[in-house]
T-cell receptor, first 115, second 110 residues
Framework: DAGVIQSPRHEVTEMGQEVTLRCKPISGHNSLFWYRQTMMRGLELLIYFNNNVPIDDSGMPEDRFSAKMPNASFSTLKIQPSEPRDSAVYFC?????????????FGEGSWLTVV | TQLLEQSPQFLSIQEGENLTVYCNSSSVFSSLQWYRQEPGEGPVLLVTVVTGGEVKKLKRLTFQFGDARKDSSLHITAAQPGDTGLYLCAGVGSQGNLIFGKGTKLSVKP
């Protein structure tokens, strides 16, 4: 079975450019999460969707960040304009949210470097 | 705000040694999960503990959930180089989302 699929795996971009990260969750999962991981701050939840609806976006750093989930099989995280401090690994994860103890499956991450 | 503190942050040991890592919070969680993350990959779930005082074993790994469901520990017996990685604890928050600790980076030297 295919797991959570993220693209691109690696991206290097210049400050000020728009960055779009993509995620395909596991088929049948109804919840999708975007996390950011850095050495200093660990894994931070940016936003999560339930049945394609954003439930909690309080972790989104600022207006430069936006996320969409137009359908159950696709989500994007966009940064515009990008800044060097956005450099991190961005993970997408999905699960079937049905109570305590759900298994959340992570993608392999998108490694973003903003120079 | 629900926070999880993990300790130690880094741990370097020799093959065959035992170790324990801790995950503490001032908040109560409905359940707590432990993940292992290897370089270049996403975290992978090891175990979920749900009941206060629960103990689960996964081969040489023993996980315990505190009685008050605010803390947890992971004990590894006779560590192997293959145990090397970042160990993350995560609590299920009030809205069903996962709140992660910053992790314990374990290195087991042969």
């Amino acid at each position: 079975d295919a797991g959570v699929i993220q693209s691109p795996r690696h991206e290097v971009t210049e400050m000020g450019q728009e960055v779009t990260l993509r995620c395909k969750p596991i088929s049948g999962h109804n919840s999708l999460f975007w996390y950011r991981q850095t050495m200093m701050r660990g894994l931070e939840l940016l936003i999560y969707f339930n049945n394609n609806v954003p439930i909690d976006d309080s972790g989104m750093p600022e207006d430069r960040f936006s996320a969409k989930m137009p359908n159950a099989s696709f989500s994007t995280l966009k940064i515009q304009p990008s800044e060097p401090r956005d450099s991190a690994v961005y993970f997408c994860a999905s699960t079937t949210l049905s109570g305590a103890g759900n298994t959340i499956y992570f993608g392999e991450g998108s490694w973003l470097t903003v120079v | 705000t629900q926070l999880l503190e993990q300790s130690p942050q880094f741990l370097s040991i020799q093959e065959g040694e035992n170790l324990t890592v801790y995950c503490n919070s001032s908040s109560v969680f409905s359940s707590l999960q432990w993940y292992r993350q290897e370089p270049g990959e996403g975290p992978v779930l090891l175990v979920t503990v749900v009941t206060g005082g629960e103990v689960k074993k996964l081969k040489r790994l023993t996980f315990q959930f505190g009685d008050a469901r605010k803390d947890s520990s992971l004990h590894i017996t006779a560590a192997q180089p293959g145990d090397t990685g970042l160990y993350l604890c995560a609590g299920v928050g009030s809205q069903g989302n996962l709140i992660f600790g910053k992790g314990t980076k374990l290195s087991v030297k042969p």
